[in-house]
């Protein structure tokens, strides 16, 4: 079993680093809001990973009597505290993330971070008072329960943004809302099951079966943006040109005719509502409505309709 979760270890390790250096060369190029926001999920993630993967190897591949001393226990106590603060970062940042996304008013969402923002903070005072106080000075043991245990017992929270997703996903008006909470709820409800297999299986080993959910996570960001940067940079839809006499055909407002030259410039939605000083609810009602009257359900159907009506 400890072969198997060493290979596991690996493989969802490199596949995380591996998607999170594509997301950032993405990001240099693009400077896309979708790549932006991931990238916070992702670089935590990404670090906590592979923090986790070389302190399952250091005791195997050194000396036993390389591990000892203060040095090597001040060690020990400086990659505790990093391990502790990546997790509840992660965790910060990932539930903001999902409040950004859901369909909720300002109101809702500034008290649902000020929420999160209390839950968190508990969770890190209580890991570091059971983690380091509670530790009497084994910073070796400290370390280890850390990297057992602590990034798994703080995954299980993420149960509560996959409930959450679930519920929000069909309020949701845009298409790549809609994709990215259902994401989010198919990749973290599944840790209701992989919780006490994990502590059937896999309870004295660094990989929990639970990090599987942030690799198919993951993945389901390297499919969302590829897609995304594939359709809208590759395919050149910025070049596109807007007929107004087609758009006043499917009854297109010239509000709503503004609108769809900007998100042909790829411009996103609170882009659109800082141009046209207005807010980003009301962008969101003006885009469901051009979708409406232009039969299409998303951008990528928009624009293909654009391009089968170019300007002569």
């Not at 997301?23 to 999920?41: E, M, P, Q």
């Not at 409930?163 to 790549?176: C, D, F, G, N, Q």
């Not at 590759?234 to 006499?245: H, P, R, W």
């Not at 030259?261 to 800082?274: D, F, P, Y």
């Amino acid at each position: 079993m400890f072969i198997i979760g060493d290979i596991l270890l690996f493989i969802t390790t490199a596949l995380v680093l591996s998607i999170t250096c594509l997301c950032i060369l993405l990001h240099v190029r693009a400077r896309d809001a979708y790549t932006k926001g991931f990238l916070t999920v992702l670089i935590p993630l990404c670090l906590q990973m592979n923090l986790t993967l070389l302190m399952t190897y250091i005791p195997r591949v050194y000396d036993p009597s390389q591990l000892s001393g203060e040095t090597y226990e001040a060690f020990c106590l400086v990659l505790t505290v990093v391990s502790i603060f990546l997790t509840t970062t992660l965790l910060l940042v990932m539930s903001r993330y999902l409040i950004d996304l859901l369909p909720a008013t300002e109101k809702q969402k500034h008290l649902g971070n000020r929420l999160v923002l209390a839950i968190i903070t508990l969770y890190l005072v209580l890991s570091l008072y059971f983690i380091i106080l509670r530790s009497e000075g084994n910073w070796t043991s400290a370390m280890d329960y850390t990297f057992r245990y602590h990034f798994f017992s703080g995954s299980m929270l993420m149960v509560v943004l996959g409930i959450t997703s679930l519920i929000y996903r069909k309020k949701a008006t845009l298409w790549e809302e809609e994709q990215l909470l259902r994401g989010i709820s198919i990749t973290f409800l599944p840790l209701v099951i992989t919780f006490p297999l994990d502590l059937i299986f896999f309870r004295h080993h660094a990989f929990k079966l639970a990090y599987l959910s942030f690799s198919i996570f993951v993945v389901y960001l390297y499919f969302f943006i590829s897609r995304r940067y594939f359709q809208k940079y590759e395919v050149s839809y910025q070049q596109l040109t807007v007929q107004a006499d087609i758009l006043r055909a499917h009854g297109i407002s010239i509000r709503e005719e503004e609108i769809i030259r900007l998100l042909v410039q790829g411009k996103t939605n609170r882009e659109i509502a800082e141009k046209l000083f207005i807010s980003t609810n009301t962008v969101k009602t003006h885009v469901k409505n051009i979708y409406g009257k232009l039969n299409v359900s998303n951008r990528v159907q928009l624009f293909s309709l654009l391009k089968e009506n170019p300007t002569p």
